[in-house]
């Protein structure tokens, strides 16, 4: 028995998708605990590819349990969406393969609005690049004790009090401060009042079933989403996300007890991207910026945003081993970086005359934070068909091991392309 925990080491979208896709093989769980439809993970599997926003990236091996934890934010009529389009392809979810929280929070069409309001109103330089899914205001409303949860839609009466209330405050704001059309009680709830029809056998108590599973000695993978650096308490605030990134909210945001969970894997892209605003000290804003953006095909899987592009930062890849306590690195997308005659890695930072090791609490030191880098070699093959850590040119492999050495942690898993069969899986952490 194994239970496993992937999350992002940076800014998101390292890849963790396809190797929570790749790793479900070993697993009888996958679980989501945190984010929402903020996520975007992409799974390439014999040549198609598939985006997930809420449905765990392990719903594509049929006799696989899914689970949506109570730290999730969930819109449902995004999940309905995504739950459509998989049957549409011949692979339709039932509550067999997919449970969700009773405890999770609703993203209700008023964080949405909120959302955008919220993102219009701050002036440039302020604005933090949110997806505008809602994500800040329900997880704000869950903190303040006013959120609505899934368990609420199989209670009609108390669902359309508590839309009530909620209205109450919000279309103030929304006439008064934001100059934006109220929304009726009424549509909210006859249109959350259809998705309950739909959803109703899905909604469960998960952190039982995650118990019980383990007793029966099932292998549980938790699922992350977003990445270290945009962790609420940790990254970069405020242009962070509104949750806990890092895998201790793997517990928390499932209900599964701390002293249960084996292993941590960190996934790393081989070099940094952010999408939205806020500081990234290894941006690059010249040509091999351009070309990793082209070659990585860096666009944000859901807003379509371009991902900024930049070198490998080892100060935050020790800050996400230090904050997550990972085993294992998942080194993805080394197959962009053939053709870069030198690689930088940045080893630690300088700010007002002094060096820094790890990412500084306030945000105004990062406007004046020059990252200190490291030259490697690189190299000129293309790696994509390398499937065993012998095919690859030894300045990749050097690479490889300089990233292990500088972060104390040995790679588990490298990636040299979307699909799940370019991978070498050097350590299966369910084989422990
Ligand atoms: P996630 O949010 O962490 O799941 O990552 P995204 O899916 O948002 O972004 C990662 C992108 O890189 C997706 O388009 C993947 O298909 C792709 N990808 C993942 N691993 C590799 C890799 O090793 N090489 C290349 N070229 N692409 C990869
Ligand atoms: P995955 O799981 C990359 C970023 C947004 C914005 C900030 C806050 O695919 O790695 P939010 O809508 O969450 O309030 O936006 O966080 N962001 C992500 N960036 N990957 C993600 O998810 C992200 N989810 C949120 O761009 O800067
Ligand atoms: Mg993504």
Redesign the pocket.
């Known amino acids: 028995m194994a239970n496993v925990v992937i999350v ?1 080491t940076q800014w ?7 190797i ?1 896709d790749l790793l479900t093989e070993h697993a009888d769980f996958v679980v989501r605990f945190q984010g929402g439809n903020n ?6 599997v014999e040549g198609k ?1 598939y ?1 997930f926003h809420l449905i765990p ?1 392990g719903i594509l091996y049929e006799n696989k349990m899914c689970f949506i934890g109570n730290g999730v934010v969930l819109d449902p009529g995004v999940l309905l969406e995504e739950m459509d389009k998989l049957a549409a392809s011949g692979l339709p979810v039932n509550p067999q393969r997919l449970m969700i929280s009773e405890r999770a929070h609703l993203i209700m069409p008023y964080h949405r609005l909120l959302d955008s309001c919220s993102e219009s109103a701050l002036a440039s330089g302020k604005k933090i690049g949110t997806t505008g899914r809602g994500i800040g205001p329900c997880y704000g409303d869950k903190i303040l004790r006013k959120g609505i949860k899934a368990g609420d839609l199989l209670d009609a009466p108390s669902l359309m009090e508590k839309i009530r209330e909620n209205l109450e405050e919000k279309n103030f704001l929304f006439s008064k401060k934001f100059n934006a059309d109220p929304l009726a009680p009424e549509a909210v709830y006859d249109e959350y009042m259809q998705h309950a029809d739909r959803l109703a056998p899905y909604i469960d108590n998960v952190s039982v079933a995650l118990d019980n599973g383990r007793k029966a000695g099932k292998h549980i993978l938790f699922e992350g ?1 977003q ?1 270290t650096q945009l962790d609420i308490d940790h990254g970069t605030y405020p242009f962070v996300t509104s949750s806990n990134t890092i895998a201790g909210n793997a517990c928390t945001g499932s209900g599964f007890g701390p002293s249960h969970i084996d292993c941590v894997i960190g ?1 790393l892209k081989a070099y940094t991207t952010r999408v939205g605003e806020g500081p990234f000290p290894t941006e690059l804003f010249d040509p091999t910026g351009d070309e990793l953006q082209k ?3 860096e666009f ?3 807003t379509g945003r371009k991902r900024r592009c930049g070198w490998l930062d080892g100060v935050i890849a020790r800050e996400a081993v230090r904050l997550n306590g990972i085993n294992g690195l998942a080194i ?5 970086l053939s053709g870069q005659p030198t690689l930088k890695l940045a080893t630690s930072y300088e700010a007002d005359g002094k060096t820094l090791n790890a990412m500084p609490g306030n945000i105004k030191t990062y406007a004046k934070m020059q990252p200190i880098y490291e030259d490697l070699a690189g190299w000129s093959e293309e790696i ?1 068909q390398a499937r065993s850590v012998e095919d690859l040119p030894a300045k990749a492999r050097d690479y490889v091991k300089r990233i292990e050495e500088f972060t104390e942690t040995p790679a588990y898993i490298l ?4 699909g799940r069969e ?2 070498m899986l050097l350590n299966n952490p369910f084989q422990k």
């Open positions: 992002g998101g979208d390292e890849g963790k998708g396809k929570v996520a975007g993970h992409t799974l390439v590819k985006v990236s989403a990445g996934i070659k990585g095909g944000g899987a859901t993805t997308k080394l197959d962009v994509t990636s040299v392309g979307p370019q991978t």
